[in-house]
């Protein structure tokens, strides 16, 4: 694959990467810069969106040891036959074809096109869908890169689109068929308590002001 047609196979991709911190990584110019707040997740993932489009956020595993959003979207596009390829809004990878912790935003984000991450396509009209690299039914966890990254940018995302916590939900706890993702081993009550305590932050940096 050529430079220019990599550079077109993108997707309008950005990469926020969590080493020490966040970074956001540039693909076409190759540079990074540190990210210390959700301000600038915010400058990365902001779009144009109806209100109340979304309300809920489907949290979803690869059920694969490694890849990036390319890698599934190649799959989604060549095997699955989905013309608009990625099925999720945005991927987190554990080290393995990207960044342990990288952030991903796909073209259903950008462009605001409803998911295909579910059977339940009156839940992929409605539903975020962010997908971590890993199969965490097995023996595997999110790494802690990962969950600090996802405990980010669903707080961003929960805040920027008033989705409650309660709207936060797992792959398995859609009405669909049967599925165990994001699998037995992701911790799900880390998630919750992490993005309650960005809310407690936040409530409290706003009565100081």
């Known amino acids: 694959m050529g430079i220019t047609e990599r550079h077109v196979r993108i997707y309008a991709l950005v990469k926020?990467?969590?080493?020490i911190g966040l970074f956001i990584t540039l693909p076409f110019i190759g540079t990074k810069?540190?990210?210390?707040?959700?301000?600038?997740?915010?400058?990365?993932?902001?779009?144009?969106?109806?209100?109340?489009s979304w309300r809920q956020i489907v949290i979803h595993h690869s059920a694969t040891n490694g890849g990036d959003a390319?890698?599934?979207?190649?799959?989604?596009r060549e095997k699955r036959k989905w013309a608009n390829g990625l099925a999720y809004h945005f991927v987190?990878?554990?080290?393995?074809?990207?960044?342990?912790?990288?952030?991903?935003?796909?073209?259903?984000?950008?462009?605001?096109?409803?998911?295909?991450h579910t059977a339940n396509m009156s839940i992929n009209r409605i539903a975020i869908g962010i997908c971590l690299v890993g199969n965490f039914e097995e023996e595997q966890a999110p790494t802690q890169n990962q969950m600090k990254s996802l405990?980010?940018?669903?707080?961003?995302?929960?805040?920027?689109?008033?989705?409650?916590?309660?709207?936060?939900?797992?792959?398995?706890?859609?009405?669909?068929?049967?599925?165990?993702?994001?699998?037995?081993?992701?911790?799900?009550q880390t998630l919750l308590n992490g993005v309650s305590a960005f809310q407690v932050q936040a409530a409290q940096v706003h009565t100081k002001h």
Do not use: M
């Not at 810069?33 to 109340?52: A, H, M, Q, Y």
């Not at 390319?70 to 989604?76: C, E, G, N, P, S």
């Open 151 to 188: 405990i980010r940018l669903v707080n961003y995302l929960s805040d920027r689109y008033h989705i409650p916590k309660s709207n936060l939900i797992k792959h398995n706890q859609v009405a669909q068929k049967s599925t165990a993702c994001p699998g037995k081993n992701f911790p799900f």
């Open 33 to 52: 810069k540190p990210v210390t707040d959700l301000v600038d997740i915010d400058s990365l993932c902001r779009v144009e969106v109806e209100e109340n």
């Open 70 to 76: 390319q890698a599934f979207d190649t799959y989604h």
């Open 92 to 116: 987190i990878g554990n080290g393995s074809g990207s960044k342990d912790g990288e952030i991903e935003v796909g073209d259903r984000w950008t462009k605001q096109i409803h998911g295909a």
């Open 16 to 19: 926020i990467a969590v080493a």
